[in-house]
């Protein structure tokens, strides 16, 4: 499984609502087979993480990306 992870330090999430960034993340994840997650972190800061198996070809993902 290939898993991204960004953090930050900055002031976390203020609202559940998902803009444009976090729509697009959880779209990529869809269809690249696995997930997409959001959290604040303590005391602040942001985590996200995108996850997708092993199995994907590269070819699927530059389709995707491109």
């Not at 559940?16 to 976090?22: D, F």
């Not at 985590?47 to 530059?62: D, N, Q, Y």
């Amino acid at each position: 499984m290939y898993i991204l992870t960004i953090k930050d330090d900055g002031y976390g999430i203020s609202s559940s609502k998902e803009n444009k960034g976090t729509k697009q993340a959880i779209n990529l994840a869809r269809k690249l087979g696995d997930h997409f997650k959001r959290e604040s972190i303590s005391p602040h800061g942001t985590l996200c993480e995108l996850t997708w198996p092993l199995a994907t070809s590269k070819g699927f993902i530059r389709k995707v990306i491109n």
